[in-house]
């Protein structure tokens, strides 16, 4: 007998990552009742090569549904839906019976660094960009199929399909090639206002339509699946598996940024700006990305390259006797360093930090951006140098910040989540050089809280998103103090100055030690 929908009492949300799939079972009323994550690896063969293998990625998903579905003892028909979230801008191909014919080729994968900066420079790019909403850059889809259309033309006519990760595991369940409208619009490929594949970048990317999935809404449902891997979850094969959307839309909602005026900021090792608008909106300068969520949510946005690993980098390499008396101390390294930057007043009286250490994305997208501390005197000490550089990520955040309110409209809020997070000192400076108040959400997965949330709604048992508002509790909230923000707002101008001053000389400088280190390993 099946159950009714209204009995089941789970929503399985699953989050294919870039580390680890993550898979939740979510009750109606929004909380995590269990969670499993599974790791893989990711080989980089070469310097410029970030890949994984599809099929661990599809074990992963096949294991982590099983192990939450035992962890609460559930029973296959006691499921809403399952739904989906995964990482942007993944290429492989498969041949007709879905085996890979390439590994599966990620974000971070810079193969085509050259064939993005061909067609960053010609006008094709720029107008591409305008319909697509994905810049031009070595992590999406369009370059790295113009890639392979250089590199293997063979491989690229031959291929039955050219899919993300998330397309291959459906195809693998269902035998259905389909793609949500989030994850296309983040190829570089589709076209946001016709919600299909855009000709001329097929043409320039070497594939037919026939070669890529069909674009769906993030609320289609898949049904029907194969018995064998309904039955190694747990699931009744008439589940409806939900696609979903990007992790970056996703987490969206599951951080309660579901609202113009909202923007979430993410900042683990890199960082992410977000916010949401009705419609697509474009930027004229090139600065962001939009990407499709829902018919009326559109998700602008920024990634940064220098977020936490900036940190990361005072504790390894600039205040590493610093971090070792905090491990002395019996405390984390980084509350002791964030502890020492508390000493020194906003600003680090005038000590500015351009954490630009692994070239950057967003705003600039300049990989040949490098670090600089300007203002440096005798005065300073380490500690002024540590401030500044937690001060610099949040410029850093700013100039995203700043882009995205020129688009989509003054924001009087931010949803704060990632490890920075952990630090209530380093969340405050946020809130002062944003000039707004800073909510820091009580969930950890949001990308699989948001899947969850979609899913509800896909299987109409709520009408809007908004009813799943009191999902997301603030564990936090931290006021700007406006005397801070005063102080950064001058701290910002010089800072951009500076930025935009020093532009060709980065260049030079990055050619300079790209030559240094081919001595030095010649
Ligand atoms: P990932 O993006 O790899 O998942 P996390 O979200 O865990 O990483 O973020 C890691 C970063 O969070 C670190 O590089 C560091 O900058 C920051 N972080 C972690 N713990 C603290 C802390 N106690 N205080 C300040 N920053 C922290």
Redesign the pocket.
């Known amino acids: 007998m099946s159950i009714p929908a209204a009995a089941k009492p789970y929503i399985l949300a699953v989050d294919i990552g870039t580390?680890s799939t993550k898979t939740l079972l979510v009750s109606r009323e929004g909380r995590v009742m269990a969670s499993h994550a599974v790791e893989y690896p990711l080989y980089t063969p070469a310097a410029d090569r970030a890949e994984q293998d599809p099929l661990d990625i599809f074990r992963a998903v096949l294991q982590g549904v099983g192990i939450v579905m035992r962890k609460l003892d559930a029973r296959p028909g006691d499921i809403v839906c399952a739904s989906f979230s995964s990482a942007m801008h993944s290429l492989l191909a498969v041949s007709a019976d879905t085996t890979p014919l390439t590994p599966c080729i990620t974000w971070a994968d810079n193969r085509s660094a050259r064939v993005a900066d061909e067609l960053k420079a010609s006008g094709v790019g720029t107008a591409i960009y305008g319909r697509t909403g994905t810049p031009i850059h070595p992590m999406s889809p369009l370059t790295k199929l113009m890639w392979f259309r250089e590199q293997q033309p063979e491989l690229l006519q031959r291929a039955f399909k050219w899919i993300g990760i998330k397309e291959f595991v459906f195809a693998k369940l269902f035998g259905r090639y389909v793609v949500d409208y989030p994850l296309a619009s983040a190829t570089g490929l589709f076209r946001l206002e016709r919600l299909d594949w855009d000709e001329e970048a097929l043409q320039l990317a070497g594939v037919t339509r026939g070669q890529l999935s069909e674009p769906v809404p993030a609320v289609y449902r898949l049904e029907g699946m194969k018995s064998e891997y309904a039955e190694a979850m747990g699931l009744d094969p008439n589940t409806p598996f939900v696609v979903g959307a990007s992790d970056g839309a996703l987490a969206n909602l599951g951080v309660g940024a579901t609202q113009p005026g909202v923007i979430a900021v993410?900042?683990?090792?890199?960082g992410a700006v977000r916010g949401i608008a009705p419609r697509p909106a474009i930027d004229p300068q090139g600065r962001l990305f939009c990407y499709a969520l829902l018919e009326n949510q559109w998700v602008i946005g920024g990634p940064i390259n220098n977020?936490?690993?900036?940190?990361?980098w005072v504790r390894d390499r600039l205040a590493t006797l610093e971090a070792e008396e905090g491990r002395r101390r019996g405390m984390?390294p980084?509350?002791y360093?964030?502890e020492l930057a508390a000493e020194v007043p906003a600003g680090s009286e005038g000590l500015l930090f351009l954490p630009l250490l692994s070239g950057e994305r967003a705003p600039y997208w300049n990989a040949n951006a490098r670090g600089v501390f300007f203002g440096l005197s005798l005065y300073h000490d380490k500690k002024h140098m540590i401030r500044a550089v937690l001060e610099g990520v949040m410029l850093r955040i700013h100039s995203v910040a700043a882009a995205l309110q020129e688009l989509a409209g003054p924001a009087a809020e931010i949803r704060a989540s990632?490890?920075?997070a952990?630090?209530v000192?380093?969340r405050q400076m946020l809130a002062d050089v944003l000039g707004a108040r800073l909510g820091v959400p009580d969930a950890i997965e949001s990308s699989a809280l948001g899947a969850a949330m979609l899913g509800l709604l896909a299987m109409g048992e709520i009408a809007d998103l908004r009813q799943t508002a009191d999902w997301v509790q603030l564990e936090a909230v931290h006021e700007p103090n406006e005397n801070d923000h005063r102080t950064y707002k001058q701290l910002t101008s010089i800072y951009e100055s500076v930025y935009h001053q020093l532009k060709d000389q980065f260049d030079a400088i990055s050619a300079f030690q790209a030559l240094s280190h081919r001595h030095a390993s010649s």
């Open positions: 580390t993410t900042i683990g090792t890199s977020g936490g690993i900036m940190l990361r984390d980084y509350d360093l964030t990632g490890g920075f952990r630090s000192f380093w």
